[in-house]
């Protein structure tokens, strides 16, 4: 389903029961919707409606002109939910969509019922110079094929593609399929992040889950969240990588459900 907003469109999935609590889920870069297959069929199971959101110029969303920020991307969150007339939602996100909830949660007191905060950080706190080389290559090339296998060996072990290979290269396909517009302005997105200073304000139930192996965004990136959230709750997935709901999603949907059930209202 697509919802108009400004110039553009967002695309939406939503099922599950009407009168059931919704679970609202943001993706990462170059994904979309579809990396959360893995949790859509245990969410139903237990009860809830899942709504899945793409981003600016991912999946289904059209990219919009300029580039973005964390807070404009939330403000589309928002924006939906109002659309569809949900008060409040559980959310889950991952990496850049773990940063879209942490700013709801500031910014947008009431909203969320709670907050799952999986491979995440606060602020951008990398190597600014690498990353806008790397922009200006997809930027001076228009391909994505340049930089996709470095980031499929950041977000899945070896491990894991030899054991789901289809899987794997639907992700792979799925990174490929970004939109040149949608990677740039979320990537400028993403390095203006920065909503640690107003993390101390968060009153959500948030539960922040990191990979012990992730290099995008590391446990100490995690943990600084957790650690600025008041009672927030830390939890961290030995051996993972940065999807830690596609390569370990067994043990994630059990976290989930459990966070949700503690959280549901």
Same mark, same amino acid.
């Not at 991912?58 to 928002?78: M, Q």
């Not at 950080?121 to 922009?135: E, H, L, P, T, Y």
């Not at 072990?157 to 040149?180: C, E, M, V």
């Given at each position: 389903?697509?919802?108009?907003r ?23 870069l170059?994904?979309? @919707? ?8 245990? =969410? ?7 709504? &899945? ?6 999946? !289904?969303?059209?990219?919009? @002109? ?17 659309f ?13 969509? !773990? ?7 500031? #910014? ?6 709670? =907050? ?5 950080s606060? +602020? ?7 990353? +806008?080389? +790397? ?5 001076s090339? &228009? #391909? ?9 060996? +950041? &977000?899945y072990? #070896?491990?894991?593609?030899a054991?789901?290979?289809?899987r794997? !290269? ?6 490929? @399929? ?8 979320? $990537? ?21 889950? *990191?990979?012990?192996?992730? =290099? *995008? ?21 030995? @051996? ?8 370990? #999603?067994?043990?994630?949907?059990? $976290?989930?459900?459990?966070? =949700? ?5």
């Amino acid at each position: 389903m697509l919802f108009q907003r400004h110039q553009g469109f967002l695309h939406y999935d939503l099922v599950g029961p009407a009168d059931a609590p919704v679970v609202c889920m943001t993706h990462s870069l170059t994904s979309d @919707g579809g990396m959360w297959a893995e949790q859509v069929a245990p =969410l139903l199971a237990a009860g809830y409606q899942v709504l &899945r959101l793409d981003m600016r110029g991912h999946g !289904g969303s059209t990219p919009f @002109g300029g580039i973005y920020t964390i807070e404009e991307l939330a403000a589309d969150v928002v924006a939906i939910l109002d659309f569809l007339g949900f008060a409040k939602v559980h959310l889950v996100g991952l990496s850049m969509g !773990g940063m879209i909830g942490q700013v709801i949660a500031a #910014d947008y007191s009431g909203r969320l019922l709670s =907050l799952m905060a999986c491979a995440t950080s606060a +602020r951008w706190d990398g190597d600014d110079s690498f990353m +806008r080389s +790397r922009m200006e290559l997809v930027r001076s090339t &228009r #391909d994505l094929g340049r930089i996709v296998d470095d980031n499929m060996e +950041r &977000r899945y072990s #070896d491990a894991y593609k030899a054991r789901h290979p289809k899987r794997w !290269g639907a992700l792979r396909q799925t990174f490929l @399929g970004t939109s040149i517009a949608g990677y740039l302005g979320c $990537m400028e997105a993403i390095l203006k992040h920065d909503v640690l200073g107003r993390l101390e304000r968060v009153t959500t139930p948030t539960l922040v889950v *990191a990979g012990s192996d992730d =290099l *995008a965004t590391p446990p100490a990136a995690n943990r600084e969240i957790s650690s600025r959230i008041p009672a927030a709750d830390y939890a961290e997935i030995a @051996g993972g990588r940065h999807f830690l709901n596609v390569e370990f #999603d067994d043990l994630f949907n059990r $976290m989930m459900l459990d966070w =949700l059930e503690r959280s549901r209202m």
